[in-house]
């Protein structure tokens, strides 16, 4: 890996509450509790987080793409009240349906983020909720985890299912990640 401490997350489910009927509006774009300060914290140890998040309520004609800048400044300002900050956001449009290569499970989207950063997705570190976000991230080459909030909350107390992939780390919450992966950084330091 370059010198640049690259962290890639899923939104919905890892930063943002997710729901069954979409995250339509910045209205119901509602943080995790302690998401934002993890985000902050992992900005304050150096890290460049990105965004990579299948959006697919934009293909389903739910919202368009001010009403989805509009929650990302949601974003990006409570972000800005606890230190914190995203890089970049990227996303998918499609649907299922669609069978492009930028949704996860596909690995297209963190493609286009190690091209835009120029660097070597292997080591990596990408966080998701759910297997989609973890298979994205090992066809990319990245390090894959799980954390049990929005879809992992199924999880919580089981084995992961044989659908996940072997190397998967899982953590409780994004919080948790970020003591983990800070945890890690010292000790190797």
Known sequence: MSGLKLLILDRDGTVNEDSPDYVKSPEE?????????????????????????NQSGLGRGLFDVSTLNAMHAKMHALLAAVGGRIDAVFYCPHTSEDACHCRKP???????????????????????????????????????????????????????????????????????????????????A
């Open 29 to 53: 774009w509602m943080p995790m509790p302690g998401a934002l300060e993890a985000i902050a914290r992992l900005n304050h140890a150096g890290w460049h987080v990105v965004i990579a998040s």
């Open 106 to 188: 596909e690995p297209g989207l963190l493609e286009q983020i190690g091209e835009r950063y120029g660097v070597d997705l292997r080591d990596v570190p990408m966080v998701g909720d759910s297997a989609r976000d973890v298979l994205a991230a090992v066809a990319a080459g990245c390090e894959p985890h799980l954390v049990l909030t929005g879809k992992g909350a199924a999880l919580k107390g089981r084995d992961l299912p044989e659908t996940f992939p072997k190397a998967t780390l899982v953590h409780a919450d994004l919080a948790a990640f970020a003591d983990f992966l800070l945890a890690r950084e010292n000790a190797g």
